[in-house]
């Protein structure tokens, strides 16, 4: 582990976040897929000949590197939903309902046939200030259980209140909503605003490799010889193919099932850290709604990127506790 770190500080732009750069993690990503594609074209005279009789196996193939590193770069410009713009958007909502408010109440005369309506600006950009920050606290606050102190929900580096689920990315130095991870490949956060393409991302990328994947072990055991070093070598590299497919085929296996359930990594991983989670019992998830609607939420009907989940009452909790029976079965509770 030392001579592993040692060896990042070679190399900055990886070791140390404030230097790296975006461009240059996609740069190289998409040149792995490249080179992961060249070498096998470059060197499997069998997969040339294939290509030749059958043109549609290739376009196929190359179609479906293109969408992996399309849904790539859509991922990598996507905004994650950062807290700040979401306080923003609805101090910006409720100043405009209330300034239409205030207009509608002012008394208006009439001269020459003409409406005039008087405002006291000043005033009415302190309602505007004070009614914004009053309207995102209170929204923030009815989230959590009452008695919840606006001090122990407020960030200490952003300054504002924080709604459940988020967290403050010391990456990105900013708070994302339904914040997941912090991806090193990516440069930025995956969170409520783009974890659904970062999941079909990952679709792809698996489908992806399985296909590249099954070309090399095929290619390594034709051409295995009887000589001792060459089946080492071709043991060792397919160790190395299996392990980075198998660790590829699981992420994906666990995105969708914090699909399912509603989950995000953070909470998963550091559920006894998160004072809103360690109260919740073992085997319950708290914000989800079934496997269906989930999936149908996650997907389909994400009409507002700054879509904000309350935490689940006591009476709530004890309904997911109950263990299913065959009329919930029958009744799609588990959906």
């Known amino acids: 582990m030392v001579a592993f770190c040692g060896a990042l ?46 043109p549609w196996y290739t376009a196929v193939y190359l179609l479906l590197l293109v969408a992996t590193l399309a ?53 009415l950009e302190k309602n505007l200030l004070g009614s914004g920050t009053t309207s995102w606290e209170k929204l923030v606050m009815d989230m ?3 008695g919840t102190s606006v001090r122990s ?30 991806c090193v490949w990516l440069g930025s956060c995956v969170g409520q605003g783009n974890h659904c393409w970062f999941w079909w991302y990952l679709c792809s990328e698996t489908a992806f490799s399985l296909w590249t994947g099954t070309l090399y072990i095929q290619y390594l055991i034709s051409h295995v010889s009887k000589q001792w070093w060459s089946y080492a070598i071709v043991l060792l590299l397919l160790a190395v193919l299996s392990i980075c497919l198998f660790f590829l085929i699981l992420l994906f296996i ?32 708290p914000f989800s709604k079934g496997a269906c609607r989930n999936s149908y939420e996650f997907c389909c009907a994400r009409s507002s990127m700054y879509r904000m989940e309350p935490l ?10 109950r263990p299913y029976t065959y009329s919930d079965v029958l009744s799609c509770r588990c959906c």
Do not use: W
């Open 9 to 54: 500080s070679f190399f900055p732009c990886l070791s140390n976040p404030d230097r790296r750069s975006s461009f240059c993690l996609k740069l190289v990503l998409v040149m792995l897929h490249l080179t992961y594609v060249g070498i096998l074209y470059g060197f499997d005279k069998e997969l040339i000949q294939k290509t030749k009789q059958g």
């Open 254 to 285: 666990f995105h969708s099932y914090l699909i399912l359930t509603n989950q995000i990594t953070y909470e998963v991983l550091k559920k006894r850290r998160i004072p809103y989670m360690r109260n919740i019992p073992e085997g319950v998830f």
């Open 153 to 182: 929900v407020t960030c200490t580096y952003c300054n504002i209140v924080q709604p459940p689920r988020a967290k403050h990315c010391h990456d990105c130095d900013k708070c994302i909503l339904q914040f997941d991870h912090h």
């Open 312 to 321: 689940p009452t006591a009476l709530e909790l004890e309904v997911k506790l």
């Open 71 to 123: 849904k790539y770069f859509v991922v990598c410009s996507s905004s994650p939903g950062y807290v700040l713009d979401a306080m923003r958007a609805m101090n910006e909502t409720d100043a405009l309902r209330n300034r239409e408010t205030i207009t509608s109440t002012q008394p208006a005369s009439s001269k020459n046939g003409s409406v005039v309506i008087t405002i006291n600006r000043n005033q």
């Open 144 to 146: 959590y259980p009452p």
